[in-house]
Nanobody, 112 residues
Framework: VQLVESGGGLVQPGGSLRLSCAAS????????MNWYRQAPGKQRDMVAS???????NYAASVKGRFTISRDNAKNTVFLQMNSLKPEDTAVYYC???????WGQGTQVTVSS
């Protein structure tokens, strides 16, 4: 199982980023996919999740600003992040419901 995140970087407050997570080694379309984040000194928290059927769920702190989606043909899950705030700064991790697998993380920094 391999999950590879990309798309992180430095962005100014109010800006946008789109994270991607390419999955391999399991039947992607059958499993829920999740995005988590971990800021320095804090626990890792769930940001957004999407079921195999496309139902989504969001943390209250990102609802209305972030959108999770998936492309089962490309075995990829996305996180579109808009109206970014400094408190969104964290390492963002992709997680699969298959064996609770994790990617290596991608850094998102929101700063002027």
């Amino acid at each position: 199982v391999q999950l590879v995140e990309s798309g992180g970087g430095l962005v100014q407050p109010g800006g946008s980023l789109r994270l991607s997570c390419a999955a391999s080694g399991f039947t992607f379309s059958r499993y829920a996919m999740n995005w988590y984040r971990q800021a320095p000194g804090k626990q890792r928290d769930m940001v957004a999740s999407i079921t195999p059927g496309g139902d989504t769920n969001y943390a209250a702190s990102v609802k209305g600003r972030f959108t999770i989606s998936r492309d089962n043909a490309k075995n990829t899950v996305f996180l579109q992040m808009n109206s970014l705030k400094p408190e969104d700064t964290a390492v963002y991790y992709c997680n699969s419901g298959f064996r609770n697998s994790w990617g290596q993380g991608t850094q998102v920094t929101v700063s002027s």
